[in-house]
T-cell receptor, first 113, second 114 residues
Framework: NAGVMQNPRHLVRRRGQEARLRCSPM?????VYWYRQLPEEGLKFMVY????????ESGMPKERFSAEFPKEGPSILRIQQVVRGDSAAYFC???????????FGQGTRLTVV | QKEVEQNSGPLSVPEGAIASLNCTYS??????FFWYRQYSGKSPELIMF????GDKEDGRFTAQLNKASQYVSLLIRDSQPSDSATYLC??????????????FGKGTLLTVNP
C-alpha cells in the first residue's frame, strides 16, 4: 500500500539549471497537488492537476515553472533556470476526489547553489 | 488579516498533559478543516479532519470546530514525547470553485517534555 511517492528526495542544482521533480500519487488517486514550503513559511498551494489536465495553476509563478500529469507516468513539476529563491521543499499530495483528504509525499528538497 | 492563523509557539507541555492547539480562519465560506502533523524535515501527515460544528474524536486526538467563531482546535490527550512536532491547520474554502485548495497556517511547534 504505497503512499505518495516523490523523487528525488534531495536535489541540488546550480543557478540556471533545470529541476525536475516527480510525483506518483497513491493508488486509486487521480487528483494531484503541488505545494511549496519555503524556510520559515507555511505550505503554499502551487497547482492542481488531474490526468492530462491542469485544473488550477494559480499558485505557480508565471515564469519558469510548469507542471504536468500525463496519462501514463508520474506528475512532473519542472523549474527552468533555477534561482536561489527556488530553494525550498516541494511537496506533492494526492486525493481520491477533489477536495477530499489529501495525503502528502515525502517531498523533494531543492537546493540551488 | 491572514487567511489561517496559528500561534507559532513553541507550546510546551509535560508528558501526560493535554495539549491544546488553536487555529482561526478568515473566510466564513470555509467548509473543510484539517490538522496535519509535521516532524522536522518530514512531510505533513494528516491526523484529523472535521467538516461539521462540534467535536470529533479519534483516539487521543479531538478536533473541535466552531464556525460561528471561525475557530478550530486540536486537543491531544495524554501527550507523549513522540507528539513533539509542528501541527499545521489547513482549511479548504468552498468559494469560487476552489473547493480543493488547502490553505495552511504556519503551524504551531509543540514540545512534550518527558
Amino acid at each position: 500500500n504505497a503512499g505518495v511517492m516523490q523523487n528525488p528526495r534531495h536535489l541540488v542544482r546550480r543557478r540556471g539549471q533545470e529541476a525536475r521533480l516527480r510525483c506518483s500519487p497513491m493508488k486509486g488517486h487521480s487528483h494531484v497537488y503541488w505545494y511549496r514550503q519555503l524556510p520559515e513559511e507555511g505550505l503554499k498551494f502551487m497547482v492542481y492537476l488531474q490526468k492530462e489536465n491542469i485544473i488550477d495553476e494559480s499558485g505557480m509563478p508565471k515564469e519558469r515553472f510548469s507542471a504536468e500529469f500525463p496519462k501514463e507516468g508520474p506528475s512532473i513539476l519542472r523549474i527552468q533556470q533555477v534561482v536561489r529563491g527556488d530553494s525550498a521543499a516541494y511537496f506533492c499530495a494526492s486525493s481520491w476526489e477533489g477536495g477530499g483528504e489529501a495525503f502528502f509525499g515525502q517531498g523533494t528538497r531543492l537546493t540551488v547553489v | 488579516q491572514k487567511e489561517v492563523e496559528q500561534n507559532s509557539g513553541p507550546l510546551s507541555v509535560p508528558e501526560g498533559a493535554i495539549a491544546s492547539l488553536n487555529c482561526t480562519y478568515s473566510d466564513r465560506g470555509s467548509q473543510s478543516f484539517f490538522w496535519y502533523r509535521q516532524y522536522s524535515g518530514k512531510s505533513p501527515e494528516l491526523i484529523m479532519f472535521i467538516y461539521s460544528n462540534g467535536d470529533k474524536e479519534d483516539g487521543r486526538f479531538t478536533a473541535q470546530l466552531n464556525k460561528a467563531s471561525q475557530y478550530v482546535s486540536l486537543l491531544i490527550r495524554d501527550s507523549q514525547p513522540s507528539d513533539s512536532a509542528t501541527y499545521l491547520c489547513a482549511v479548504i474554502r468552498d468559494s469560487g470553485g476552489s473547493n480543493y485548495k488547502l490553505t495552511f497556517g504556519k503551524g504551531t511547534l509543540l514540545t512534550v517534555n518527558p
